[in-house]
């Protein structure tokens, strides 16, 4: 696959995967397709790596979707563990205990 399919498979499994996880997210559309791209990456490597099978066949294939997804929905949760926790301690500094 190319680098548009890619983009675009990144941009869809990212909003996807936002969709099936909502809350509010720091980051835009950049962000999203980022989290998409390397979703599907991650997707493809664990398709491989557990069921042994070629998860990333072509834009057309439900595997590659699957695949990019799940990946998404990883990273996406390991994101938001990651923004939260830096968004957290500031938040707590700036509040007055009464």
């Given amino acids: 696959m190319g680098i548009i399919a890619w983009i675009v498979i990144g941009l869809l499994a990212g909003a996807i995967a936002k969709a099936l996880m909502p809350g509010k997210d720091p980051g835009g559309i950049i962000v999203t397709m980022l989290i998409g791209i390397a979703g599907g990456l991650l997707g493809g490597f664990l398709g491989k790596v557990l069921f042994g099978v070629d998860s990333i066949d072509g834009f057309f294939e439900l595997s590659t979707w699957i695949a990019?997804?799940?990946?998404?929905?990883?990273?996406?949760?390991?994101?938001?563990?990651?923004?939260?926790?830096?968004?957290?301690r500031g938040h707590r500094r700036g509040h007055v205990h009464a």
């Fill in 68 to 88: 990019a997804i799940v990946g998404s929905v990883i990273l996406l949760a390991l994101y938001r563990l990651v923004t939260n926790r830096g968004h957290g």
